[in-house]
């Protein structure tokens, strides 16, 4: 113990003086390691070695209780030529799509609650963030009765202003639309939490400036706010195409399983779902996850790329 | 208490980026392989002293007063057997058993229910009672034929019959009153169904009540019709789907008839709200349902003026009939133990007290009177009566993959928007592929 306690004073040490970090990191040998080695091994075990297997399951072909048989590419070749990955990649496309929109509705909400002696702000705050802490399921059973078709109040509400609403969760596209809007609504409330504490970041003096400047407030949003929030939306834009393409539950609990819709508007996550723990074919759906996987992996590398030309990293 | 169907599970929200995609791939590594061992079908009666602990697994937390009771009696038998009751909610139960089974670490004694028992019983999972039977221990000619034949895989039973559930005709006799039409009766034809259907629909439709609601699930409704059709969803020997033939179209046809002639609400208006919604809020005349809805029944706010009839009649009378049954694993340590609570679950003592506690109708034969007698105004005997014409529940070893099947293709046949022998032909032709994948 008094070991590792001197070693981290010289350690100390070291970093302030002019050294390269790189040269103490490496003569501090294996006591970095230990340190990290509970979080390393969890990960590991139950992250990483999964990560392998599945990718080596996904060339395989499973029985119910077990027992694999090596079958080469065969599950992709059959995943690849099956039309309901392309439509599941479709509908999952779409359900992005459309939650994305909540992004620049967010940036608005978060800009106005951080008007400067806004009255009840916390208040306001909390309101929009309830939607993110309730179970999604408690969120898809409240929507499918505001969306029930003959008695539900947003068919009400349609009705009142001469508006004949659809059956919302049993028509095939509004289904799709239907679990999209409920995804926006409660994505709504983290996205703003982030992008309100990117606007605390931004110095108030650049406000007083641009007011100077005879900068009317539309203006002073879109030259300075947006712009120095860039950082904070671009976090934000990952984290919703992240937990977009990972659409299950809130579909799931929202159209119901037994609802003559769900094999139309499954979200690829459902179609992995439905394929390893429905119809027992597990190879077939590590095949899934590993397509998801790397569908999320691209996307993710390439707004790091696009990120240089957009964002604001001063 | 309706098994067979999937209910609802829920995944939660999962946190933060790339950290759960990830998750989602070490989901199906979450399962690793390894080889059973054999089940034999054995059986000798045990000690009366045999000194064991066995658990006893099953989902419906609703029946485990019943269960104790059948425990304290057994033990009173093998005063030092130890039942240990493994109660895991529906949700789970199917995926925690199938690891318990891959890891060959299956409960003792366990329910089993028609859609999943070929999966177990053909990897040999669970004990044949073939030596119970030839012992004299059990007889299954004390239990509903059809409910035998459910857990048999090539003359081979498995499963003891712990309960069962048959498809009435639910009616809300008020609706048939205002509407001016007479009640079903157990002689209805499909012809006085449809007729009655329409007409209630007709005169009610200004209040928003239909005749009756049909076609979203098969063991409610197009099951019956098919069977009633002299049509079969696949072919006795488990191998064929039975969707192409011309009766089986007929059983389907009677659904989308029945929307089409605006005796039902559309398919989607079924969806949004389920037809036991409609039925129990006084929105609808005739409701196909099981022998569980006498609870949903008795609590809605219109119990005392619904009753029930036998299904009406198409070519040939007939109903499904699901139950479910106790199962003894092959891996199980104390198999003598779990045999001898199988033998005793068996008997007609335990499955009396088990309809006289519980909620629902036991399998053994003359044990079903409780059952009929728990809502006196309503005619609870046509349930009974039905096993005499009630055929088995259609499984496969892979009923759930071709069950997907049918959720996906039969509702457009229903609403009309694909011809009935264009939806049957293609669901005969993936079902097919799916039997033939075995």
């Not at chain 1, 095949?287 to 240089?308: D, N």
């Amino acid at each position: 113990m008094t070991t590792s306690t001197t070693r981290i004073r010289s350690t100390r040490a070291k970093a302030s003086s002019p050294r390269p970090g790189g040269a103490a990191a490496r003569r501090d040998g294996f006591w970095p390691w230990l340190f990290v080695l509970p979080l390393l091994g969890g990960i590991s075990l139950f992250f990483l070695w999964p990560i392998v297997q599945t990718f080596y399951y996904s060339f395989t072909e499973w029985g119910v209780f077990g027992g694999s048989t090596f079958t080469g590419v065969a599950n992709y070749v059959r995943l690849f030529a099956d039309p309901q990955l392309y439509s599941a990649l479709g509908n999952t496309l779409l359900y992005t799509g459309i939650v994305l929109l909540g992004i620049p509705i967010a940036v608005y909400i978060a800009s106005l609650l951080n008007t400067p002696g806004l009255r009840f702000a916390s208040f306001y705050r909390v309101l929009f963030f309830l939607p993110y802490v309730a179970m999604p399921t408690a969120v898809a059973m409240v929507w499918r009765i505001i969306f029930n078709g003959d008695f539900g109040i947003l068919n009400y509400v349609l009705s009142l202003v001469g508006i004949d609403g659809p059956y919302w969760t049993s028509t095939p596209g509004f289904a799709m639309l239907a679990v999209a809007i409920v995804g926006l609504w409660s994505s709504l409330g983290f996205s703003m939490i982030i992008l309100a504490a990117g606007l605390k970041n931004i110095p108030p003096e650049l406000y007083e400036a641009a007011e100077l400047d005879g900068a009317t407030p539309w203006r002073r949003f879109t030259s300075v706010t947006v712009p120095l929030l860039t950082p904070s939306i671009f976090f934000v834009l990952i984290i919703t195409i992240i937990s977009s393409f990972q659409l299950f539950d809130l579909l799931y609990a929202l159209l119901g399983s037994a609802n003559p819709v769900l094999p139309k508007s499954m979200s690829l996550v459902y179609f992995f779902y439905s394929q390893g723990f429905v119809s027992n074919d597990k190879g077939y759906a590590a095949a899934i996850a590993m397509v998801i996987f790397v569908i999320i992996g691209i996307v993710t590398v390439l707004q790091f790329r696009l990120q240089k030309r957009w964002v604001n990293n001063d | 208490m309706k098994n067979t169907f999937p209910r609802t599970s829920i995944v939660r929200r999962t946190a933060l980026g790339l950290a759960s995609a990830v998750g989602i791939v070490a989901l199906v590594a979450g399962c690793s392989s390894s080889t059973g061992s054999a089940p034999s079908g054995d059986y000798s009666a045990a000690d009366k002293d045999l000194t064991a602990e066995i658990t006893y697994g099953l989902w419906d937390q609703t029946q485990v007063d019943a269960v104790n009771a059948n425990i304290e009696e057994f033990n009173k038998e093998y005063p030092n057997i130890d039942v240990n009751v493994n109660v895991t909610p529906w949700d789970s139960y199917w995926p925690k058993l199938q690891t318990q089974a891959t890891s060959n670490t299956l409960p003792d004694l366990f329910w089993m229910n028609g859609p999943n028992f070929q999966t177990y019983g053909g990897a040999g999972k669970i004990e044949p009672i073939t030596g119970e039977v030839e012992a004299d221990a059990i007889d299954p000619a004390n239990y509903p034929e059809a409910l035998n034949d459910l857990y048999t895989i090539d003359g081979v039973q498995y499963g003891v019959p712990k309960d069962y559930d048959t498809i009435g005709l639910w009616y809300n006799s008020e609706i048939f009153e205002r509407a001016g039409v007479a009640v079903p009766t157990d002689d209805w034809t499909w012809e006085d169904f449809d007729a009655a259907a329409s007409a209630i629909s007709d005169s009610l439709s200004s209040e928003g009540i239909y005749g009756a609601a049909g076609g979203m699930d098969g063991q409610t409704s197009y099951y019956n019709t098919i069977f009633q059709a002299g049509g079969e969803v696949i072919s006795d020997d488990g191998t064929e789907s039975g969707y192409d033939s011309a009766e089986t179209e007929a059983g389907l046809q009677f659904w989308t008839d029945l929307i089409e002639g605006g005796g039902s609400p559309s398919i989607q208006q079924l969806s949004d709200t389920p037809a036991i919604q409609w039925f129990t809020s006084g929105k609808l005349g005739m409701l196909w349902s099981g022998s569980w809805s006498r609870t949903a029944v008795a609590e809605s706010e219109f119990a005392d003026v619904i009753n029930v009839a036998a299904l009406p009649h198409g070519e040939e009378q007939a109903t499904v009939i699901h139950g479910v049954s106790n199962v003894v694993a092959a891996s199980s340590k104390n198999k003598q133990a779990a045999q001898a609570l199988q033998v005793f679950l068996a008997s007609k003592a335990a499955q009396q007290q088990q309809g006289d506690l519980g909620a629902i109708i036991p399998a053994y034969t003359g044990t079903q009177q409780a059952f009929v007698d728990s809502a006196p105004n309503v005619n609870l005997q046509v349930f009974v009566d039905a096993t005499e014409y009630a055929k088995p529940y259609p499984v496969s070893g892979n009923t759930a993959e071709w069950n997907a099947f049918e959720t996906e293709l039969l509702p457009d046949a229903f609403s009309g928007s694909v011809p009935v022998d264009e939806a049957a032909t293609s669901l005969a032709e993936k079902m097919n592929g799916v039997l033939a994948k075995k």
